[in-house]
C-alpha cells in the first residue's frame, strides 16, 4: 500500500512539474508572438503614415510649384479682367490631369476669380457674412493669416457627397515697399478627393487578415468610415486610448524641439478600442495634418486563428490523461502481482 502511495505522489510531482513547464513555455512564446505582432503593426502604423505623408507632400510641392509660376502671379495681378483663355487651359489641364475634384483661386479681397469644377462660385465674396460658415472662407480665413500651406481636415463641401480634403497655398511676391518681404496677393486652394487616401490606407499589401487601418483627427473625428460592432451605425467620434496616445506623442514632437523633456507613450501596446474591444494595436501621427494613424488587430480572432493557447492546454490535458492511465494500470497490477504473492 505504501509502495502505491509513493508511487501516485510521483505521479502526481511529475504531473504538476510537466504541467507547470507547458504553462510556462506555452506563455513565454505567446509574449514572444504578442510582442512580434504588436512590433508588426507599429511597421504598418509608420509604413502607411509615411506613404500618406508622402502623397500630401507632393500635392504640397505641386501647388507650391504652380503657384509661383509667373502665368498664375500675371493672373492674381490682374484680376479684376477675366482670366486669360491660355491660363483656363493651363489650369483645366493641371486639375483634370491629376485627377483632382478642383482647383480654386481666391483673390486678397476674399473673392473667388477661378475655379476649375463650379463656375457658380466664382465672384462670390467670402468677406460677406452669409458665406463666413462655408469652406472656403475657413480656407482664406486661415491662409490670409498663416502665409503657409495648409493641409484642411476632409470635409463635405457645398452640395457634395464625396468627402474631399483641401491643400492650399498662398500666392506670393517680393515685397516693393520692404526689401525681403513677401506680399501676399492671392490663395490657391486644390481640392482632393479623400477616396485616393483612403485607398492607400484600407488597401494594404502583405499585412494580417482582419487588420483595421485607419485615421482620426485631432478632436476624435475618423477621417476613414467606422462603423459599429452593435448596430453597424457610423462611428462620429472616439475617444479610447490608443486615440488619446497617439496624439500624446503628437504632442510630444513639438515637445521635444523646445527642448522639453520626453512626455512620449508606447506606439503599440494592447488597448480597448471604440466598440469595446480587445485588441493589439500601434499608431503613428502626421505631420502637419493633425491626423493620427491608428492599425488594429482584435484579440479574439488572432487567438482564434493561432491556436496558441489551445495547443498549450491540449498538451497538459494529454499528459494528465495519461499519467492517470499510467497510474491505474500500474495500481491494478500491483494487487493482482501482489494478491497472488499472498
Known sequence: MELIIKVWGIFFLVIIFFTGFISYDNYFNTK??????????NSIANAKSNE???FLTERKNDLEYLAVSQDVIDTFLNSQSQVSEQMNNKLNFYTSANDYLD???????????????????VGLDLNNKN?????????YDKVKHDFGVGIFDPGYYGDEDVLSVFV??????????IGGKKDMIGIMALQIDNSFIEENIITP?????????????RDGTP???????????VIKNIDDKMYSDCFTNYNNYYTLLRGGKDRGVPSSGEYINYNNLEIFGAHNYILQTNWCLLVELEKKSYYESTNIRTDGYLNILILTVLTVLFGLIFT?????????NK
Open 32 to 41: 514572444i508572438i504578442d510582442d512580434e505582432l504588436k512590433s508588426h503593426l
Open 223 to 233: 477621417i476613414t468610415t467606422l462603423y459599429s460592432s452593435k448596430d453597424s451605425s
Open 131 to 139: 458665406n463666413e460658415d462655408t469652406k472656403l472662407f475657413d480656407i
Open 205 to 217: 499589401k502583405n499585412i494580417l487578415a482582419d487588420t483595421n487601418i485607419y485615421l482620426v483627427g
Open 103 to 121: 482647383l480654386v483661386l481666391i483673390d486678397m479681397s476674399g473673392k473667388v476669380i477661378w475655379s476649375a469644377s463650379d463656375l457658380d462660385i
Open 52 to 54: 500618406i505623408s508622402a
Open 332 to 340: 491494478n497490477y500491483y494487487k493482482i502481482n501482489g494478491g497472488k
Open 168 to 177: 492650399t497655398t498662398p500666392v506670393l511676391i517680393d515685397s516693393k515697399t
